[in-house]
């Protein structure tokens, strides 16, 4: 009991000594900012608040007054409770400890760490952290700006823009031309870029040698490339012959750029699951047979199709919506963006699993419908608005708003409201790395007006912003959520752990983003709830954590009516944010930006702007008429001119050709043994190639299989390529 006195003597003299230091600096310092001068008082009436309850033996919040007793609070912990938390009174008296010591510290990052609301506003409201002058310590200064823009990340960020201004000028003086005049120049840039234009990604050189190792100049002097090409019969070595491959169209849909814009077509007991034929069926041409055609292909009719989970269906609502910008590089300058309907099939074909249907060019029920019977020339054109589409939804919804922006404010919040040394803000810092880095350097670079997405999107700048802010008006919390997702969609059903498919319906034999998202969502989930129960022993002990509360509260009130939660009052609801939290800066990133430079960086397969409306060409064209695979020139008239696709290419290449940290690299934010050990465990248990039963074995596995049945390989989940979080 003396010794328990002695504590709370020490505990008071502390908060004492602090609130005058606090009193000191609003006389003494040197003019300071109002908002500081708010927070030191701020801070002042808390530890006096603080000092008055601990000097009255009550609880203040942070305190257990409720025993003095050493052997109680022994056993209130519990020997066989989770040992990371010795208990809550106990650690409650720890984090005032820690508070009134890093006071200063925690003031300086209320300050940098914040919600502005001048830049979300110009982005429809997304929560976008403070960009101005950071008005602190320089302790702090020094101690938030690691935190936000990660030094090593800056130096590979601009390593990466001298490779792509030093590759694009080499290939502009080999290639000695002032214009595209066949298809074939763009498979040289394509290669030229894939083959002269790598980072390293395993082991970035020092700084010092970070310029000559970036020396594009001399494919001699290059590191090693991101991408492995496995061997010749992988399908990625001939993208640039294959663009207009049938199955190669189909399977993107699965597992390239946008694997998230598909939907089950469902009926009306699946009404909130997927499109449903209801809502599907009035944006349809009305003149064309639909029921022939899906007749023809899957060999029943759509209400059959439909319950037995056949008809799946891409559609761009938000595209539609879009006016593109009156001085934009595609056919609809100033005009609303094309928004194609595509429908497909699931099939029992080893070999082409899922097939094309038809297309529809328009979100109208009198746009033109095409189908592989249409001939050579309409189809491919069909097929390429679709591949437009989808590449600027996936870029710009998917990945800009859903992964960059919405992330801001939880990178804000663990900034701001937790400490360095608690275990969330341990947990999650590795995730943020470089995220506001990349955020505030891509806004100026790719984003601006005269940015490299402006110049290559065909919506162009204005049009870009409305996507934006039409994408985020639509984003909930559960955007987050990979397995709802899946459900929601209609995507999930046909995966082996799904119990509630219908016995006649058709799996979906192909669908390499839910198969080896799976696995990948299994270890973080598991990963995550294990070290939250070494740290919470109890709901509890979620519910006391005042920081965790402030954190919570503060994304729920930047995230205004998204959903997130405003309180956390359990640890299944903290592990559950915390798995989505993770999942979108590292797989859910990582998946819709590094298949860009496969498929975005060749042209032809990915065009974001095309030049010609498929309403301008006349039907007796003779062009048309000669249009076959060994003669596209005419598409030339639609795809992007030089300037256009050499900016297209080397972007693509730059943004998916960089990554520091792979998914669970401890590096160094725990302090702990068992938080590196834990880590450890589980990074062996994604990438160690000796385990047969590691993440990389596995999907290392079926990649072999998929191309022996002459499917596409997925490397995008392939753990030894999984970035920790947003760098690029």
């Known amino acids: 009991m003396a010794a328990n006195l002695n504590f709370r003597l020490c505990t008071l003299t502390i908060i004492l000594i602090t609130s005058m230091t606090l009193s000191s600096l609003m006389v003494t310092c040197a003019p300071i900012s109002d908002e ?87 982005y429809g409201g997304i929560p976008i952290m403070h960009r101005g002058p950071l008005q602190s310590s320089s302790k702090d200064v020094a101690e938030v700006a690691s935190f936000l823009l990660f030094k090593e990340w800056t130096e590979a960020f601009e390593a990466t823009m001298k490779a792509t201004t030093s590759t694009g000028k080499a290939w502009m003086m080999k290639a000695a ?94 009404s909130d699951i997927g499109m449903s034929w209801s809502k599907l069926s009035p944006l349809l041409n009305k003149a064309f047979n639909w029921q022939e055609e899906v007749r023809t292909v899957v060999g029943m009719d759509i209400s059959q199709a439909i319950a037995t989970h056949r008809l799946y269906v891409l559609d761009f609502p938000l595209l539609a919506q879009v006016t593109a910008d009156p001085h934009a590089t595609s056919a609809f300058a100033g005009k609303k963006m094309l928004a194609p309907i595509a429908l497909f099939a699931a099939t029992s074909n080893q070999s082409a699993p899922f097939v094309a249907i038809a297309i529809q060019l328009g979100r109208n029920n009198t746009a033109p419908v095409y189908t592989p019977r249409s001939g050579y020339f309409w189809w491919t054109i069909a097929k390429m608005y679709v591949n437009s589409a989808d590449g600027l939804v996936s870029q710009i919804s998917h990945h800009l708003v859903n992964a960059h922006l919405v992330s801001e404010a939880f990178a804000a919040s663990t900034c701001r409201e937790l400490l360095s040394d608690h275990p969330v803000h341990a947990l999650l810092s590795p995730h943020f790395q470089g995220l506001i880095g990349i955020n505030t350097q891509g806004f100026a670079l790719l984003t601006s007006p005269e940015g490299a997405v402006t110049k290559i999107a065909g919506f162009g700048y204005e049009g870009m912003g409305e996507l934006i802010n039409l994408t985020y008006t639509q984003w909930t919390w559960n955007h987050t959520d990979f397995i709802h997702d899946l459900k929601k969609r209609g995507m999930y059903g046909g995966h082996e752990s799904n119990q509630e498919i219908c016995r006649n319906c058709q799996k979906l034999l192909y669908y390499p983003y839910r198969d080896d998202g799976l696995l990948l969502h299994r270890k973080i989930q598991s990963y995550v709830t294990e070290y939250i129960d070494h740290y919470y022993c109890t709901d509890q002990d979620v519910v006391m ?90 598409f030339l008239k639609i795809l992007p001119d030089l300037f256009v696709a050499v900016n297209q290419t080397a972007t693509a290449s730059q943004l998916a050709s960089l990554r520091l940290h792979g998914l669970f690299e401890d590096t160094g934010s725990f302090e702990s043994q068992f938080s590196k050990q834990l880590t450890a465990r589980y990074r062996s248990d994604l990438v160690d190639t000796a385990n047969p039963t590691s993440v990389q074995s596995i999907i290392a596995l079926r990649n072999k299989r998929r191309r022996r049945r002459g499917l596409l390989a997925y490397r995008y989940m392939q753990p030894k390529f999984m970035p920790n979080s947003i760098v690029i």
């Open 36 to 122: 500081l001068s708010q927070a030191l008082k701020s801070a002042e009436d808390t530890v006096i608040k603080v000092a008055a309850s601990t000097a009255a033996g009550l609880d203040g919040d942070l305190l257990d007054g409720e025993s003095d007793d050493d052997s109680d609070l022994e056993s209130e912990c519990g020997a066989s409770m989770c040992p990371g938390r010795t208990c809550a009174s106990q650690q409650r008296s720890e984090s005032l400890l820690q508070q009134i010591k890093d006071n200063a510290e925690r003031l300086g990052h209320e300050l940098m760490c914040k919600i502005d609301p001048v830049e979300s506003a110009k």
């Open 177 to 270: 031309i002032t214009n595209i005049s066949d298809i074939s120049q763009l498979d040289d840039l394509y290669n030229f870029f894939m083959n002269h234009y790598t980072i390293h990604n395993e082991v970035l050189p020092s700084s010092t040698g970070l310029a000559a190792a970036l020396d594009t100049s001399s494919s001699e002097n290059l590191p090693e490339g991101f991408w492995e090409r496995d061997n010749a019969t992988d399908p990625f070595l001939s993208i640039d012959q294959r663009w207009n491959d049938d199955n190669i169209f189909a399977q993107s849909r699965l597992m390239a750029t946008n694997p998230l814009q598909i939907q089950r077509v469902t009926g009306a007991s699946e």
């Open 545 to 634: 954590d005042s920081s965790i509360q402030h954190w919570s509260q503060y994304i729920s009130s930047s995230h205004v009516n998204k959903g997130f939660p405003a309180s956390i009052n359990s640890k299944a609801v903290l592990t559950d944010v915390l798995i989505r939290i993770i999942w979108v800066n590292s797989v859910h990133h990582a998946i819709l930006n590094f298949p860009v430079k496969e498929f975005g960086s060749y042209v032809p397969a990915i065009a974001y702007t095309l030049r010609k409306s498929p309403y301008e060409w006349a039907a007796d064209d003779e062009e048309i008429a000669k249009a076959s695979p060994t003669n596209n020139k005419i």
